[in-house]
């Protein structure tokens, strides 16, 4: 599979060119701790739906006991959670210009100039993520590695898109700038998600723009919703 991908993308090296990458400075330190607002850029709390993938997660297990994000796409916003599901930090988010919940086929070999506005979509689903080389020799956080998916800070020579001032700005109609890939602040990138990811990865739960909430995540059904009486 990985040699597909690297013939359909003309590398060499075994990685396809992912949607923005960017490697940044070494962590700080190992150590796992709540970013601040300064940081983060703090958002309220998370969507309804966002609540209910996070009691389901928590309840069920179903992260393996794996670290876990949940990916508010309709908010613009990420959830970070380890391996026991405390919440960890909260963190708006840069993701793919198109609302969409799948990603084109064979998109992942494209080249940027290739992909179009609508084409650029973060998928909805539950990904294992893992660290990984991208194209340029750097590491990313792969959530989609044959769609080009990742999670990782603003690239840079983005200043142009002016990522920084539309992640930090208090709307969410203009966190819509990516390829696809996942943008995230770089000190909860740095700090949190470098050290909790990088040795086994975890799970990335990416909420649908459009699909049903079920339709996405089909054990949900077994979730009863939040205010409800089991009968």
């Not at 994000?69 to 309709?74: E, V």
């Not at 970070?80 to 992942?108: H, Q, S, Y």
Request: with cysteine.
């Amino acid at each position: 599979m990985i040699k597909l991908f690297a013939a359909l993308a003309g590398f060499a090296l075994a990685v396809p060119v992912p949607a923005e990458s960017a490697e940044p400075p070494p962590a700080s330190g190992p150590a796992v701790r709540q970013p601040d607002a300064a940081e983060t850029g703090d958002v309220e709390t998370g969507s309804d739906a966002a609540t209910r993938v996070a009691d389901w997660v928590a309840a069920s297990g179903d992260n393996g006991a794996l670290p876990y994000i949940i990916i508010d796409k309709p908010a613009a916003s990420l959830f970070l959670f380890d391996a026991e599901g405390k919440l960890l930090g909260r963190a708006p988010v840069l993701i793919g210009v198109a609302p969409g919940d799948e990603a084109t086929p064979g998109i992942g070999s494209k080249d940027l100039a290739e992909i179009g506005p609508a084409e650029r979509t973060t998928p909805a689903g539950r990904f294992l993520a893992k660290f990984g080389m991208a194209a340029g020799r750097q590491k990313v956080l792969w959530v989609d590695y044959a769609t080009s998916v990742a999670l990782h800070p603003i690239p840079k020579g983005s200043q142009k898109e002016r990522r920084r001032q539309r992640m930090l700005s208090p709307g969410i109609d203009d966190n819509r700038i990516t390829f696809g890939c996942i943008n995230v602040p770089l000190a909860l990138y740095n700090n949190s998600v470098r050290p909790l990811f990088q040795k086994k990865g975890g799970y990335v739960y990416v909420l649908p723009d459009t699909k049903p909430l079920e339709a996405v995540f089909p054990r949900l059904y077994v979730q009863p919703r939040p205010g409800t009486a089991a009968s």
